[in-house]
C-alpha cells in the first residue's frame, strides 16, 4: 500500500527525558493539526529532528528514543550540537528567515553555514530515502529543507513530491542578491507540486525562476529537464471547530473560571476594553512597532487612558540569535517605559507575559478580549488571527490585521492597516473600540464563515489533491 512521508525540520512531538525516563508528548501547533489525518492513514510516517542534539543521548538511549518515536510513527533525523547551531540557528535563522522576510539588514550569509545547510538537507534525504518505496508520495515543509525536494527527486525520480513554503517567498530584487540562489531554486523543483500561502509569493517564485534559471514558466507551470512543475497558492487554515468549541465550553457558565480568565474580566466592562496580541518573540511580528503605536494612541486619544489595556503575550523562540536577544530587550525596555509613564495607581497599559501559554489559557486570552491586534512588519500568513476570529462565539469582537500578513488577502472584513503608519493604526484602534456591535457581527460572521470552510484539514486535502493531479501532467508528457 503506497503511504505519504511528510517531512518537516521538526517532529509533531517533544521528547522528554528525565533520568534515563522517557516521554513523549504530541504536539498540537498548527501544522501537527492539519496534519493529523494524513499521518494517520494508512502506514504514512513523519520524516524530522527530535528536538534532543546527538551528543545528549548515549547509544542506548537514541534507540530507545527511535523505538517509542516510531511508534508515533515518526522516524528522526539525527542531528549534533553543530548541525544545529550552523543550519538552524545559522543558515535558517539568520540567512533564510530574515531575507524571505524582507530584512536584508539582519541577513548574514555564511560560507560554512550553507555547507551545514547542504549536509544536513542531505541527512533529511537519506533518512527519507531509506523510508521510500516506489509508489509513495513525499510532502516536504518549509524553508529549512529547500534543498531536499531535488535531493530525493535525483535518486528517486518516479516519486511524487509536493514542497509547502510556510513564510513568504520574496520579490525577485530581494531573492536576486541571495549568493546561492541558483541553487535553492534548482533544490525546491525537485518538486512536483510546489505551494505557498499566497498569490504574491506565487508570482515572486515564478519570476525569480524565469529570471535566475532562465526557465520557460507558462501560467502557474514550469518546464524543468523534461519535467513540467505546478505552482500554486493553498492558504493555510486552523483547526476551526476545535477553537470554537473550546471557546464555547469555556464561555459556559457550568465551567469553572481560572484564575487569568477571572483577573482578565475585572478590568472589562461596559468602557473598559482589552486588545489583545499573541506572538512568537520575532523581529518580523512588529513588536516593538506596537507598542510604541499603542503609545501614540494614547497621546492621540487621552481620553482612552484608563480605559484599553493591551494583554501582549510573547512566546520565547530562537533565543540563541543574537537578533532575538536584542529584540527581547527592545520590547522589555519599550514596555518598562510606557508603563511608568502612563500608569496610575489602578492601572497598567500593557500586561505583557514573555513565555508560551497552554492552549486552556490561549483561549481564556481570545475569548476575554474586545480587539485582536495582529500587526506583524511581515508574516507568510499568521494564524493567531484566525483563532481569534474563530473563538469569537457572539461573533462580537473586532480584528485589526497587518496588510503585510498573508492572511490580510482572505480577511477582508477585518479592519487592514498598514503596521508602519502610527496614525493609520491609531485611528484604527480608535475605530475598533467604537464599532457597533452591529457591524462587529456582520463582518465576524463573514471572516468566521469562511474559515470555518477552509479549514486546515481542507488545506491538506486540497494540496495532496493538487499533488495527486501532477501524476496526471506527468503521463500526458509521457504519451506524447
Ligand atoms: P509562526 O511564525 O509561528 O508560523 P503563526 O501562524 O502566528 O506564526 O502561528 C503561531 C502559533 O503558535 C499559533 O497557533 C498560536 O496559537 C501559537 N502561539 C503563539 N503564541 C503563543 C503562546 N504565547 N503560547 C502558546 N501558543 C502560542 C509560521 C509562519 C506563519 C504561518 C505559519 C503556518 O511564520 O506566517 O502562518 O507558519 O504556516
Known amino acids: ?127 527519507v530515502l531509506e523510508n521510500i518505496d516506489d509508489g509513495d508520495t513525499v510532502w516536504v515543509h518549509d524553508y529549512q529543507l529547500l534543498l531536499l525536494p531535488q535531493l530525493i527527486k535525483d535518486k528517486k525520480p518516479n516519486i511524487t513530491i509536493g514542497f509547502f513554503l510556510h513564510i513568504p517567498f520574496p520579490s525577485y530584487e530581494i531573492f536576486r542578491t541571495f549568493p546561492w540562489r541558483k541553487e535553492i531554486l534548482s533544490g525546491m523543483l525537485g518538486a512536483d507540486l510546489i505551494g505557498f500561502h499566497t498569490y504574491d509569493y506565487e508570482r515572486h517564485f515564478l519570476s525569480s525562476v524565469k529570471r535566475i534559471l532562465r526557465l520557460d514558466a507558462h501560467f502557474n507551470q514550469i518546464s524543468y529537464h523534461d519535467r513540467l512543475i505546478k505552482v500554486d497558492s493553498f492558504p493555510m487554515g486552523i483547526d476551526y471547530d476545535k477553537f470554537y468549541n473550546a471557546a464555547l465550553e469555556h464561555s459556559s457558565n457550568s465551567k469553572e473560571k481560572s484564575e487569568l480568565y477571572r483577573r482578565l474580566h475585572e478590568h472589562i466592562s461596559e468602557d473598559k476594553k482589552l486588545i489583545l496580541s499573541i506572538d512568537r518573540m520575532d523581529y518580523t511580528k512588529g513588536i516593538p512597532n506596537r507598542i510604541k503605536a499603542f503609545e501614540y494612541f494614547l497621546h492621540k486619544f487621552p481620553e482612552y487612558k484608563e480605559k484599553v489595556r493591551l494583554v501582549m503575550l510573547a512566546v520565547p523562540s530562537r533565543s540563541n540569535v543574537t537578533q532575538y536577544k536584542k529584540l527581547k530587550r527592545e520590547t522589555d525596555e519599550l514596555v518598562g517605559r510606557i508603563n511608568g509613564k502612563f500608569a496610575t495607581v489602578s492601572w497598567t497599559p500593557i500586561w505583557y507575559f514573555y513565555r508560551s501559554m497552554p492552549f486552556d489559557k490561549l483561549i481564556d486570552l481570545y475569548i476575554s478580549s474586545d480587539v485582536a491586534l495582529i500587526t506583524p512588519l511581515r508574516d507568510g500568513m499568521n494564524l493567531v488571527a484566525k483563532e481569534y476570529v474563530a473563538t469569537r462565539i457572539n461573533n462580537d469582537g473586532v480584528l485589526i490585521l497587518s496588510e503585510m500578513a498573508g492572511a490580510s488577502l482572505e480577511m477582508n472584513e477585518a479592519l487592514i492597516i498598514n503596521p508602519n503608519s502610527f496614525e493609520d493604526f491609531a485611528n484604527n484602534l480608535k475605530r475598533a473600540l467604537t464599532m457597533p456591535l452591529k457591524d462587529q457581527k456582520s463582518r465576524m460572521k463573514f471572516l468566521q464563515k469562511r474559515l470555518k470552510r477552509y479549514n486546515v484539514e481542507k488545506w491538506a486535502k486540497e494540496f495532496l489533491k493538487s499533488l495527486e493531479e501532477t501524476n496526471e501532467l506527468k503521463s500526458n508528457i509521457i504519451t506524447k
Not at 30 to 52: D, P
Open 1 to 127: 500500500m503506497n503511504k505519504t512521508i511528510i517531512v518537516s525540520n521538526r517532529l509533531p512531538l517533544q521528547v522528554i527525558i528525565h533520568q534515563n525516563t522517557l516521554k513523549i508528548i504530541p504536539s498540537v501547533g498548527g501544522l501537527a493539526t492539519g496534519m493529523k489525518s494524513v499521518h494517520a492513514e494508512g502506514n504514512g510516517i513523519w520524516v524530522g529532528w527530535s528536538g534532543i542534539p546527538e551528543e545528549e543521548l548515549s547509544t542506548e538511549l537514541s534507540e530507545k528514543v527511535a523505538k517509542e518515536i516510531r511508534k508515533e510513527k515518526c522516524v528522526s533525523v539525527p542531528l549534533t550540537l553543530d548541525d544545529v547551531e550552523e543550519y538552524y540557528e545559522g543558515f535558517s535563522n539568520k540567512a533564510l528567515w530574515p531575507l524571505f522576510h524582507y530584512f536584508m539588514e539582519y541577513t548574514g550569509f555564511e560560507e560554512h553555514e550553507w555547507e551545514a545547510y547542504k549536509r544536513v538537507n542531505q541527512k533529511f534525504a537519506e533518512i
